[in-house]
């Protein structure tokens, strides 16, 4: 049914633009609390610190467990440098190997090892429990499932703005 602009309706179902500052704010202040809480979690059960997940998750989910230094760069959306020092560190505590890259010799390809499938698995395991405990039984089906997709179009929204942003385009590709 049609509802002229201003009536009743309208005051009661469209958000002002101070309540929906105050769902931002709430929603951003929860997000970074629950991505605090997974890191805390994590790394007190499994040793494990956020960026060593993030890459593991990474290289978990391609096959054979292996990406280009650029792929898994560009992946993560992090920097070189940082990406070079994380995948170090985590070379040496085993987690991962570097190996230069079979198809020209010259990239450096970040490897995924068993202990580095172990330790990923003991982490996934932790941080879905977590996940299901605090965000999935709490919120129940039908709001993680307008959760999820809030999410997408969101991350859709993002890849538009970034890919119309030269700065953006260009950090990435300036590391090359």
Do not use: F
Not at 15 to 35: F, G, I, K, N
Not at 119 to 140: I, K, N, T, W
Not at 151 to 170: F, H, S, T, V, Y
């Amino acid at each position: 049914m049609y509802q002229p602009p201003g009536s009743l309706d309208d005051v009661t179902t469209t958000p002002t633009a101070d309540q929906s500052l105050d769902a931002w704010r709430a929603y951003a202040s929860a997000h970074e609390r629950l991505v605090r809480h997974l890191a805390r979690e994590t790394a007190r059960e499994t040793g494990l610190s956020d960026a060593d997940y993030c890459v593991l998750e990474a290289l978990q989910e391609v096959p054979g467990g292996r990406l280009r230094s650029r792929e898994l760069r560009l992946a993560l959306e992090w920097e070189k440098s940082r990406l070079s020092h994380q995948t170090r560190r985590m070379e040496q505590r085993g987690l991962l190997s570097r190996e230069a890259c079979e198809a020209d010799g010259r990239s450096a390809e970040a490897v995924i090892t068993e202990e580095g499938r172990q330790a990923y698995a003991r982490a996934r395991g932790v941080r879905e429990a977590s996940l299901r405990a605090l965000v999935l039984d709490s919120l129940g089906p039908d709001r993680v499932a307008g959760l999820g997709e809030s999410a997408e179009l969101l991350g859709a929204c993002l890849a538009r703005a970034a890919a119309e942003d030269p700065q953006c385009r260009n950090a990435l590709a300036e590391d090359d």
